[in-house]
């Protein structure tokens, strides 16, 4: 089956630590997105990356760093400098980098800061 | 300013009675038009997407959405409520290369 895994599905951490969420797609897609959904927000754009090696910053970037080593994959770390990591977090894919393309979606990782 | 807005945050049908969930956007540019359903602590999910196609799109599960460029709205109907409906809706817009995510409308389906 095709698709956007993310793992893991819910996470805890502690205060001042490091985290590295997973983002994995088959899809053969050059495009990888990272969101963040606070309730009542919607989806804020956290990253993304058009092409392997490359990656832009979202509205939301602070705190938050990527990289783009392989097509298929695009991991998202959250750093001990987020002041409210809390949230749940979302990655998505497209085939044609630009917005234009539809985006496929992970099933998202909780992410909660104790 | 490109943005988009839904304007109701929280919708409540009886099951069987039709559903109207309601997008407005602003653009410059000819937009791309979607909306997404995403069910609790899963990701979204597509329903239909306005390209500049017909004007009228059909989606899954009996959904349907209506782009009127006059009232640059997009609102997201079916024609019966079932109690799997029940989620968070998302209109997106997408203009140049810029996408939007509207907040939001939770569904709530009532037996």
């Known amino acids: 089956d095709g698709g956007i895994t993310q793992s893991p599905k819910y996470l805890f951490r502690k205060e001042g630590q490091n985290v590295t969420l997973s983002c994995e797609q088959n899809l053969n897609h050059d495009a990888m997105y990272w969101y963040r959904q606070d309730p009542g927000q919607g989806l804020r754009l956290i990253y993304y990356?058009?092409?392997?090696?490359?990656?832009q910053k979202g509205d939301i970037a602070e705190g938050y760093s990527v990289s783009r080593e392989k097509k298929e994959s695009f991991p998202l770390t959250v750093t001990s400098a987020q002041k409210n990591p809390t949230a749940f977090y979302l990655c998505?894919?497209?085939?044609?980098?630009?917005?234009?393309?539809?985006?496929?979606f992970g099933p998202g990782t909780r992410l909660t800061v104790l | 300013a490109q943005s988009v807005t839904q304007l109701d945050s929280h919708v409540s049908v009886s099951e069987g009675t039709p559903v109207l969930l309601r997008c407005n956007y602003s653009?410059?540019?000819?937009?791309?038009l979607f909306w997404y359903v995403q069910h609790p602590n899963k990701g979204l999910q597509l329903l239909l997407k306005?390209?500049?196609?017909?004007?009228l799109v059909k989606g899954i599960n009996g959904f349907e959405a209506e782009f009127k460029k006059s009232e640059t709205s997009f609102h997201l109907t079916k024609p019966s409520a079932h109690m799997s409906d029940a989620a968070e809706y998302f209109c997106?817009?997408?203009?140049?290369?810029?996408?939007?995510f509207g907040t939001g409308t939770s569904l709530t389906v009532i037996p």
């Open positions: 990356s058009q092409i392997v090696n490359d990656f």
């Open positions: 306005y390209t500049s196609a017909a004007t």
């Open positions: 998505a894919s497209s085939s044609i980098p630009g917005a234009r393309d539809t985006q496929y």
């Open positions: 997106v817009v997408i203009t140049g290369n810029q996408f939007y």
């Open positions: 653009s410059s540019y000819s937009p791309s």
